[in-house]
């Protein structure tokens, strides 16, 4: 990421948003604006706006974090476990 990119995301999103997506963190649990809610439609990337996951596809996993069966689209979403971490 070039110097002004990262400066027009940390002027653009919030300070969680941006550790989230750019710094591999993640929200505290069950902390999620996101993580209850029911509402028809699509979730979205705060930083390209692809298409990440469909309301359809969310399920209660008694999760601390919103759950999906399935992502929309071919490598929008990339999956580590809790021993991994992205490179």
């Known amino acids: 990421m070039t110097d002004s990119s990262d400066a027009e995301l940390r002027a653009r999103l919030a300070l969680e948003q ?3 997506t750019q710094s591999a963190s993640t ?3 069950f ?7 029911k509402t028809p ?3 979205r ?3 390209c706006e692809l298409d990440l996951f469909a ?8 999760n601390r974090y919103p759950s999906f069966a ?3 689209g ?3 979403v990339s999956l580590y476990s809790d021993q991994e971490s992205p490179s």
């Open 27 to 29: 929200e505290r649990a």
């Open 18 to 20: 941006c550790k989230v």
């Open 31 to 37: 902390s999620g604006e996101d993580r209850d809610t």
């Open 74 to 76: 071919d490598d929008r």
């Open 41 to 43: 439609g699509v979730y």
């Open 45 to 47: 990337c705060v930083v």
């Open 55 to 62: 309301s359809n596809d969310k399920y209660d996993s008694r």
């Open 70 to 72: 399935s992502e929309t």
